[in-house]
């Protein structure tokens, strides 16, 4: 677990307009914030490693959508009506999480390799019994 948040924190680092920072007084998991001209993601320090994780990839993918969106002139159009602006939040979160989705499987592929594989249900191989006694 902490492998995968190592791997997380170097990706972020990498970049010149993210600062990642662990924090010990807020009252959330995390969360993204641009200020001076850069991206800042606040993890909360005392929750689990596993949290960390979410809530950095979360964070990252939502860096990611805010800076698709800036290079795309801007911020999205006013939307015309109320109903087509949900439509384009809905848009903007599912394009985040699938991003995350991504970037959690890349990273957990490079730290193993290869994708995991998992024996096929109902195959039987002698080599799984247990040694006997003897």
Not at 82 to 90: L, S, T
Request: hydrophobic content about 40%.
């Amino acid at each position: 677990m902490a492998e995968l948040l190592t791997k997380l924190v170097a990706l972020a680092e990498k970049r010149d307009d993210l600062v990642v920072t662990e924090v010990d007084d807020i009252d959330s998991w995390g969360f993204l914030l641009y200020r001076d001209g850069r991206y800042h993601i606040y993890v909360n320090r005392s929750v689990r490693n596993f949290r960390k994780i979410m809530v950095l990839a979360d964070e990252l993918g939502h860096y990611a959508l805010r800076r698709r969106i800036s290079k795309r002139e801007g911020m999205p159009p006013a939307a015309e009506s109320i109903v087509e602006r949900i439509r384009q939040d809905k848009a903007c979160d599912a394009w985040a999480a699938k991003f995350t989705r991504r970037l959690l499987f890349m990273i957990r592929r490079g730290l193993h390799g290869d994708v995991s594989r998992r024996p096929r249900q109902g195959v039987y191989d002698p080599s799984w019994r247990l040694p006997q006694k003897g």
